[in-house]
């Protein structure tokens, strides 16, 4: 079973130690996300039913009022490759924090590093994203059980560059048999932290991003380890070997 309280002293540790600020790190990937949403968003006119939605009666200037005139096949296609790059933007962030959880030091610009594996990642997410949904078909439980089943898959690719994207599935559902509701008990432990977060309309998760982010990755680590799967590059010789699970 995981000891959640040593994942979490594990996680913190690491972050304070870290070459590069993590925090300066989330708060650069909040801002680029933001950016690429906000274009979203003025493209396909949803800023405008926002911002009635949350000032019904301020006189706001009819130029703020008035949606674009952009053809739909167009807003769809800005609105996908939004997503998509999101989803390269957050494969960096994973990379930045198992790169410091192997006491690396990993510049900013790693945020936007795996670009050059954009096609995996995409695919990965895509196909994790189909599966996902058709589990959630069936009923809700079949969907959240598929997502801890894929959990683990692009920390796998990130790892493994030249993994294939079903090699990465399949190896993430090896590596969280047995470990889904240890792992949903760990989501479970940070619920009040993500409440307070949408109370500060986001703001507080600049600190507590890092804290998920990293412990997950200790989790990672650790499941990885108690079932034998997965690539297992060199980590320090100061961090606990089964990363805080008692196997």
């Known amino acids: 079973m995981p000891d959640r309280v040593q994942l979490k002293q594990e996680a913190r540790g690491i972050l304070n130690v870290a070459r590069v600020s993590p925090y300066l790190f989330t708060f650069l990937l909040m801002g680029l996300l933001a950016a690429i949403n906000s ?39 800005v609105g996908v490759l939004v997503m998509l790059v999101g989803a390269v933007l957050r494969a960096g962030y994973s990379l930045y924090h198992l790169g410091i959880r192997d006491g690396r030091t990993m510049p900013y610009s790693t945020v936007w590093s795996c670009f050059s594996i954009a096609g995996r990642v995409i695919l990965l997410a895509v196909v994790e994203t189909v599966l996902i949904t058709l589990w959630s078909l069936l009923f809700i439980l079949p ?15 990130l790892e493994d560059p030249e993994l294939g994207v ?38 507080l998760y600049v600190w507590i991003g890092p804290y998920i982010s990293q412990t997950n990755v200790c989790a990672f680590r650790a499941v990885k380890r108690a079932t034998g799967v997965g690539s297992f590059p060199e980590e320090p010789s100061d961090v606990p070997p ?6």
Request: proline residues 4%; contains cysteine.
């Open 143 to 157: 969907g959240i059980v598929a997502a801890y089943r894929y959990r683990f898959a692009v920390l796998n690719l």
């Open 39 to 77: 274009l979203d968003a003025f493209v396909s006119g949803s800023y405008a039913e926002t911002l009635r939605l949350y000032m019904p009666r301020e006189a706001l200037p009819a130029e703020l009022l008035r949606a674009p005139a952009v053809p739909a096949v167009i807003s769809t296609f």
């Open 242 to 247: 089964d990363g805080g699970f008692s196997v």
């Open 166 to 203: 079903w090699d990465a599935l399949r190896m993430s559902k090896a590596q969280t048999y047995g470990y889904k509701l240890d792992l949903f008990l760990l989501d479970l432990s940070f619920l009040g932290w993500m409440i307070l977060c949408l109370l500060t309309f986001g703001v």
